[in-house]
């Protein structure tokens, strides 16, 4: 594991086991680590940390701190990815991690402030019984509690292919995955985030019905 990931790991798992925000890390050398690799070893480690909270009796916690831990990798690399381009040696890239890391920390705290992300409905495997998702703050968000559902009820699926659906008054998220079994289909209606707070869709185009 590099150290990056570590003080991610440390830092967030921290926060999830006191209910207090992050402890700040002490300054220290770190080796340098690429744009990518700090998103990936990011978003990795916020999938280790839910899988140890999630064994823990308040799962509504857990999903909050993974929908902020996982949408904060991507908010603060910005601030990050700046740092870094001016990071001139070691120090200045630690600098840069810690800054990295009190954004995340910053992202964490607010999502664990709001209402937790709670599903409704029925499994999913049709229009009439959708998985509702109800309390995401944004569309960014609710797509990343899609993928939170289904890591949670069937965590050996593969994302393959999204199509955004229009029902009467409702808007349904098809998702198709790569299973064990086969390829299988889940329908998330979406109309309680969707197009919240201006942010540009990640959704896929349009498919009429």
């Known amino acids: 594991m590099n150290f990056f990931k570590f003080l991610i790991l440390a830092a967030v798992a921290l926060f999830v086991c006191t209910g207090e925000p992050f402890a700040e890390e002490s300054a220290r ?6 744009k990518q690799a700090k998103l990936d070893g990011c978003r990795v480690a916020c999938q280790k940390i839910y899988r140890n909270c999630a064994t823990r009796p ?4 857990c999903d ?4 902020g831990c996982d949408l904060g990798c991507f908010a603060c690399r910005g601030a990050a990815n700046e740092c870094d381009g001016k990071a001139s040696d070691k120090t200045d890239a630690a600098r840069c991690d810690a800054t990295f890391l009190a954004c995340l920390k910053e992202k964490v705290a607010a ?3 709001e209402p937790p992300v709670r599903f409704e409905g029925g499994d999913g495997r049709s229009e009439q019984t959708a998985v509702i998702v109800l309390g995401a703050t944004n569309n960014f968000e609710g797509v990343a509690a899609e993928s939170l559902w289904t890591r949670k009820a069937h965590p050996d699926w593969r994302k393959s292919e999204q199509a955004l659906i229009r029902s009467g ?3 349904f998220d098809r998702i198709g995955y790569q299973t064990p079994d086969g390829p299988q289909t889940i329908w998330f209606e979406i109309s309680g985030f969707f197009g919240k707070l201006g942010f540009d869709s990640p959704l896929a185009p349009q498919t009429p019905k």
């Open 29 to 34: 050398e770190t080796p340098a680590v690429s």
């Open 169 to 171: 008054s409702h808007l």
């Open 58 to 61: 308040n799962t509504d916690a």
């Open 64 to 67: 909050s701190t993974f929908l």
């Open 111 to 113: 999502r664990v402030k």
